[in-house]
């Protein structure tokens, strides 16, 4: 995998999760972290840390980023949410704008 | 994980609670106002999005929002008033560049912000009605920068500036242009149109006048024309380069003004390069530049139109009342005929065949041909000048293009009886000269029944009216078209004989005793020719009529009723029930031919495109050989008496004459007509010694001497 091709994104733990672009920017807000223009500096390192968000919160998202492309691509499977997981699961969504 | 038992769900607080202080609002907002500082200062990278991001995220989470967004609005506004003082301090030149600069700067922060504040404008500024981030951006700009009392002014000047340089030749930066006039069409079409466009036209009106005014003092018509396209070619040009394009209309409508329309008269009456002086000299070019630039202002066209009509109709009456080319009508009508081609030239090829001008030309030419009554007459003489001479040396393809030329002021004539009349006169004469010409080449004979067919059609016509007026109940029967021949001068036909329908008898007979009434030694024939709705023969008005008693009949019927030839019924028969388009009867069976069985109807179905149809009869076919001996013979025949009556008048003035003699002199008296067959004039001399006319010498076998 190219270099260009891939993000990673870092929990509050510190957990890294190495992922597409083109599935990071299923998000809004990251889409917009690497494509403003200024050189900021998740763009130029190509990693994103992300202290409010916890690794738990912050894997179930990066299966939903997959989860959605695949989706958009003609395979309509069903996304099963943990229920405890919920109310934190969708304040990150607020926060990411996805 | 560890301990992850199931557990009853329950709402838990917030992880990473944030302390929701009032200190914490101001905390975040000096972060991020910090960060817009850094943005501005182009010391961006390094910073992190998402923490910026998380910060205004907060802000506008907790409610702090308001705070925020008059942060912003404060923050960009100082930092666009130092901006603002760098551009006002840049000197001359570099102004225009230092704002560009800036601009660019400008929008690239912008853009960074917004990105940063991007859930604020997507949650708090609708909710609030606030206007959104980028556009928060650009009016900061404008009120700032551009309407900043120093700036406005000087932008505005500069601008204009660099324009007027460019018009005076001058080369400038249009990338620039561009650029600055790309910020003011993105601030608003507003400010487009009230800080540049509106003083843009203004200043360009005033320099147009002036320069026009230059032109029309200095150049001449065509010159100044000439002038006036450059100029707006260029402004069409500079719009394209750098200004928006909804400004073309706008300007090129200021240049037609000040350039044109304002000085229409007095190009068009200009001394010497006027519009009448381009006509006279069919300067085409000239033409073609004042018809373009004149079709774009209101009454342009209107205004040459007039002029060239006024001047033409002048022209047009000297040339009619010319007492020169009144001498010489062949002269006359040639100045008429070059005077509409050049128009119709120019009209051509510089006024691009618009139709209004072409009536105005009809319509001049129609005044003033009428003006001399003499025009037809004269007209009518070019023509037969013409046809006589095409006899001599001009090509054929020569003549139509004369003579189509003709019939084009021929339109123009609105007394065309007149025409007629000198028309009918010269072609009278030009006939009658032929046959005096052939008289005198071949003889009075020749030409004698040429001549009496001539007077025969006058004498016919004379009669017919004649015929008419003596009886007016008769025009609501048949019409009778009667021609009156002589016997010796038509061509023979074989008198027909035909029983002819009770109707057409009976008026026949009307014709006949009225004609007898007024020449009581010539006997009637008559000929072909019934007007009716169908145009047919008399054969064929004979067999039609029958079907006005029967539905049906067969051949042998029609034979026996009409009593008319077998062959010529049977061409009658063909021609109208057996070609396409004239079948007014049917026939069955449906052959081409007709035969004895063959049985006819009245065909019911017929249609024409016409009222008058003209059914004419199916041609002879060639002729056969028995016809073609026919008409041998008949050649043969008619020379028999023509040969003697040669030998009489020989042998009347010589008394005796020899044989090879009389042969030699008849042959030479008969050479204008045919070469005689000495065989056949021996013949001849037999059957006129045997009626006693000539007889033999008794001592010489070969002479002979005429009895008186």
């Given amino acids: ?98 | 994980m560890s301990n992850q038992k199931k557990r009853i769900f329950q709402i838990e607080a917030f992880q990473n609670r944030v302390v929701v202080d009032p200190k914490y609002a101001e905390k975040t907002w000096k972060i991020l106002e910090h960060a817009i500082h850094e943005i501005y200062n182009h010391n961006a990278s390094g910073l992190s999005f998402e923490e910026l991001y998380r910060n205004a995220y907060n802000m506008v989470l907790h409610k702090f929002g308001e705070k925020l967004y008059s942060g912003l609005v404060t923050t960009m506004t100082a930092h666009l008033k130092e901006i603002s003082k760098s551009i006002e301090a840049a000197q001359g030149n570099l102004f225009l560049e230092e704002l560009n600069r800036k601009w660019n700067d400008h929008n690239k922060a912008l853009q960074m912000i917004r990105d940063i504040l991007m859930y604020m404008d997507r949650t708090y500024i609708p909710d609030t009605h606030k206007t959104p981030v980028h556009e928060l951006g650009l009016n900061l700009w404008r009120d700032n920068i551009i309407h900043s009392g120093k700036i406005q002014s000087r932008l505005l000047s500069t601008l204009l500036e660099l324009v007027h340089r460019e018009r005076t030749g001058e080369v400038i930066d249009r990338g620039l242009m561009r650029n600055i006039v790309k910020m003011l069409m993105d601030l608003g079409s507003s400010i487009y149109q009230e800080d540049f466009e509106k003083p843009f036209l203004e200043v360009s009106a005033e320099f147009y006048r002036g320069e026009s005014q230059k032109f029309i003092e200095c150049y001449d018509c065509g010159d100044s024309l000439k002038k006036a396209e450059i100029r707006l070619n260029e402004e069409i040009e500079r719009v394209t380069h750098y200004l928006d394009a909804k400004s073309e209309g706008k300007i090129t409508n200021v240049v037609e003004k000040e350039m044109i329309a304002n000085h229409m008269m007095r190009l068009v009456h200009m001394e010497n390069s006027g519009l009448v002086n381009m006509l006279l000299n069919d300067k085409h070019g000239d033409l073609g530049r004042m018809y373009n630039l004149f079709r774009r202002v209101p009454n342009g066209l209107a205004m040459i139109r007039d002029v060239m009509t006024s001047h033409l109709r002048e022209t047009g009456k000297q040339l009619v009342t010319d007492a020169e080319s009144l001498k010489d009508p062949v002269e006359y009508v040639q100045r008429l005929l070059d005077e509409k081609e050049k128009y119709d030239g120019i009209i051509s090829l510089a006024f691009s065949n618009d139709k209004t001008f072409q009536n105005a030309l009809n319509s001049s030419f129609e005044y003033f041909i009428n003006l001399n009554s003499r025009s037809p007459e004269f007209i009518s003489l070019f023509v037969d000048d013409k046809l006589r001479k095409g006899l001599k040396g001009v090509s054929e393809g020569d003549v139509e293009i004369i003579l189509d030329k003709v019939m084009m002021i021929f339109r123009y004539l609105q007394e065309k009886d007149v025409f007629e009349k000198y028309y009918k006169q010269h072609l009278a004469k030009r006939l009658l000269s032929l046959i005096v010409k052939l008289k005198t080449a071949c003889g009075y004979q020749y030409t004698s029944k040429l001549e009496g067919m001539f007077t025969d059609m006058k004498t016919s016509q004379d009669t017919m009216q004649g015929f008419c007026s003596s009886h007016p109940e008769l025009t609501d029967g048949p019409t009778l078209v009667v021609q009156v021949l002589t016997t010796g001068s038509w061509p023979t036909q074989p008198s027909i004989t035909c029983h002819l329908p009770f109707e057409m008898s009976a008026l026949c007979e009307k014709f006949r005793s009225y004609y007898l009434g007024t020449h009581t030694d010539i006997k009637a024939i008559f000929g072909k020719g019934q007007k009716h709705e169908l145009n047919v023969s008399t054969y064929q008005m004979c067999v039609l009529m029958l079907f006005n008693n029967a539905d049906r009949l067969c051949y042998k019927e029609i034979e026996q009723g009409t009593a008319i030839p077998a062959s010529d019924l049977k061409r009658c028969l063909q021609s109208m029930a057996c070609v396409k388009g004239k079948n007014v009867l049917r026939k069955e069976p449906m052959s081409k031919d007709i035969g004895e069985d063959d049985s006819f109807f009245v065909n019911e179905k017929f249609a024409s495109k016409f009222y008058k149809v003209k059914v004419g009869t199916v041609v002879a076919q060639k002729e056969s050989e028995p016809e073609k001996q026919e008409t041998r013979q008949r050649v043969e025949e008619d020379r028999k008496p023509q040969i003697e009556a040669a030998i009489v008048r020989i042998m009347k003035s010589r008394k005796v004459l020899d044989h090879n003699n009389i042969i030699a002199e008849v042959t030479k008296q008969l050479q204008s007509r045919f070469l005689a067959n000495p065989t056949e004039i021996k013949k001849r001399i037999e059957s006129l010694i045997e009626r006693e006319f000539l007889e033999r010498d008794n001592s010489d076998r070969k002479m002979y001497r005429y009895l008186a």
């Fill in chain 1, 1 to 98: 995998m190219k270099k260009e091709d891939i993000v990673k994104l870092i929990s509050a733990e510190g957990m890294e999760f190495v992922i597409d672009k083109e599935a990071a920017m299923v998000s809004q807000t990251i889409r917009n972290m690497l494509t403003s223009p200024g050189g900021f500096a998740e763009a130029e390192h190509g990693e994103v840390t992300f202290p409010e968000i916890s690794a738990v919160i912050l894997e179930k998202i990066c299966q939903y980023f997959y989860w959605s492309l695949q989706y958009s691509r003609g395979k309509e499977t069903e996304f099963h949410i943990e229920p405890e997981l919920t109310l934190e699961l969708m304040m990150a969504a607020n926060y990411l704008h996805t």
